[in-house]
């Protein structure tokens, strides 16, 4: 069976042609990070005068000639592998990511059904929910620096809001979408009304409750990087991990192009796994979508 | 005409499921625009008797249906089952219950459920089975209806004329007095109506209910009924009731016989004449 999928896949033009694409974006992102060695001879020189003419350095071509190529950002990648701060980094953010969703899940579940549910809740809740709602959870980081005694539950509260609002709406919404005919359906085959809200309100509800998740899981990620830029990471010493936002941060102050890069797809890694995670995961909770 | 529907024919007389609806009057939003949509309607359905409600999409049969599975409200009138006051004018909204199963047009199987789930679902709601009973005659009764092999499937995975005797079965579960069909065979292809019609009589004859089913399809409605109502549109009442006389049980070659015929041309003037008042009125589809 898994032999014969991997021998689908092989044969597909679809996976060859993805191959393809990284391979033609790679090569490319090599030659313009090295742009500045194959334009120094004289032939360039014409469209050098006109880089200058435009405002833009003339030794090499501009964005990407500043870029580090992949292939050095590969070799510094090797020796960040064996470093201790930069798993430290990973560990961090995860932990914060992880803690800030969770949270959001414990409270912006029931908080969501409620909402759905009851009309006083709906009615108490809803409007201060809405007016805070519009506020980007990144204005909230000197506020929260400020209300949180750590700066590590303040980086993860900033995480929380991120997911909190997307998870909130997603719930409330998935619970109002269920159709009138299984309430009447379940009522008229004899169901109390904890039954209706575990048979009917709670599975009714998951594929948005799974849907609001995978969004926002990827929210958190996004926040939680600029959150650590911004704050510091919790820590001040340069390479000690305070988290991959900080690992970016501290990269570019540091000066060190080629590891910003490494950042900057760690983080990429990171969400790609999260989501994947979470779509798994959500795959095993409503089993009946696999068909649809 | 006699308008006393003859005993269904085969098996155990049936005791119970009958309903007599007196006068009953539908005005939504009374204070307001006031629409009218069932006007002092009246009608006697037998116990074990499939009644069928004709009337052009909209006219307020749904209405009715409604009124007697407790779902929505009367203005004004009574609706019994077996002598028992369902709603009145004091006790507008009768209390939904397992006694009257409705079957909706868009089908309401519980997605998440699997089949069999969805089956067991009214009888351990209940109380009235163990989940080990209710899943074996759940087993059984679905096997009777030619659903083996499709219990542990979920109802996206089957034909949308197999989801439909799902929830028949999942209806006749609950050992209802009365089935309430609100258009169930509208969304699927006349080859497939044709096979799903005779696994309704199919399934009729083996646990005789009363079955109060509503339709647009004359021919449907000839070829199933005991008794056939022709509604007014809007607002909606009898217009004309009609006893079938061709006896249970019936197959498919009921359709091309003479009776048949007869029949269809004694009503389709009728139908026809609500049909064009309901597309002049403007009435909409749905």
Redesign the interface.
């Known amino acids: 069976m898994a032999a014969s999928r991997l021998n689908r896949i092989l044969t597909s033009s679809v996976f060859w042609r993805g191959v393809a694409s990284i391979v033609v974006f790679l090569v490319l992102w090599e030659l313009g990070a090295r742009s500045k060695q194959w334009m120094a001879p004289e032939f360039f020189d014409p469209f050098k005068s006109l880089l200058g003419a435009m405002g833009f350095k003339k030794d090499y071509l501009p964005w990407i000639g500043v870029v580090p190529a992949p292939s050095a950002v590969l070799a510094s990648w090797t020796e960040v592998l064996t470093s201790a701060g930069y798993w430290t980094s990973w560990y961090k953010s995860f932990f914060r990511v992880m803690g800030g969703f969770i949270a959001a899940m414990i409270v912006g579940i029931p908080f969501g059904l409620a909402l759905a549910v009851s009309r006083t809740a709906y009615g108490t809740f809803f409007p201060t929910f809405e007016v805070l709602r519009p506020i980007p959870p990144l204005a909230w980081v000197p506020a929260s620096i400020i209300f949180w005694p750590t700066q590590e539950l303040s980086i993860t509260f900033v995480t929380f809001l991120g997911a909190f609002y997307t998870i909130v709406i997603n719930v409330l919404g998935g619970a109002r979408s269920i159709?009138q005919?299984?309430f009447?359906?379940?009522?008229?085959?004899?169901?109390s009304r904890w039954?209706i809200f575990r048979?009917?309100i709670l599975?009714?509800t998951?594929p948005s409750i799974v849907i609001g998740s995978a969004v926002g899981m990827g929210i958190t990620w996004e926040v939680v990087v600029a959150a650590e830029m911004i704050s510091g990471g919790g820590s001040q010493a340069a390479g000690t991990g305070g988290g991959l936002g900080f690992f970016i941060w501290n990269s570019y102050v540091g000066g060190s192009y080629e590891q910003i890069v490494v950042g900057m797809i760690s983080i990429g890694i990171a969400g790609y796994f999260s989501s994947e995670l979470l779509r798994t995961l959500g795959k095993y909770a409503?089993?009946?979508?696999k068909?649809? | 005409m006699d308008l006393r529907a003859p005993e269904p024919r085969g098996g155990p007389a049936v005791t119970r499921g009958r309903i007599l609806i007196d006068d009953v009057v539908k005005i939504y939003d009374p204070e307001g625009a006031a629409v009218m949509a069932v006007d002092h309607c009246s009608l006697d359905i037998a116990a074990g008797e499939i009644c069928m409600i004709v009337g052009p999409s909209g006219c307020g049969k749904t209405t009715l249906l409604n009124a007697i599975?407790?779902?929505h409200d009367i203005t004004s009138g009574t609706i019994l089952l077996d002598g028992e006051v369902l709603c009145s004018k004091d006790k507008p909204k009768a209390e939904?219950?397992?006694d009257?199963?409705?079957v909706?047009q868009?089908?309401?199987l519980?997605?998440?459920?699997t089949n069999l789930d969805n089956v067991v679902?009214?009888p351990v709601?209940?109380g009235k089975l163990g989940r080990r009973e209710a899943v074996d005659k759940g087993r059984a009764m679905m096997a009777d209806a030619g659903l083996a092999g499709v219990e542990l499937n979920?109802?996206?995975?089957v034909s949308s004329g197999m989801r439909r005797r799902v929830e028949i079965v999942r209806a006749l579960m609950?050992d209802p007095k009365v089935l309430l069909l609100d258009e169930p065979y509208r969304a699927l292809d006349s080859l497939t109506k044709s096979v799903m019609h005779e696994a309704l009589l199919e399934i009729y004859y083996r646990n005789k209910v009363t079955i109060f089913f509503i339709t647009h399809d004359l021919e449907e409605a000839i070829f199933l009924g005991h008794k056939v109502a022709i509604m007014t549109t809007r607002p909606c009442k009898p217009k004309k009731v009609l006893t079938v006389d061709i006896p249970h049980p019936r197959d498919y070659g009921v359709l091309t016989s003479k009776r048949f015929r007869e029949l269809i041309e004694e009503t389709n003037d009728a139908v026809h004449e609500e049909a064009l008042k309901a597309f002049q009125a403007g009435e909409k589809e749905g």
């Open positions: 159709d005919r299984y009447q359906a379940a009522q008229s085959m004899g169901s039954d048979r009917v599975p009714g998951l409503t089993p009946w979508l068909v649809r | 599975a407790g779902f939904p219950g397992p009257r199963i409705v909706f868009n089908g309401a519980f997605p998440w459920k679902f009214g709601m209940q979920y109802p996206g995975e609950n």
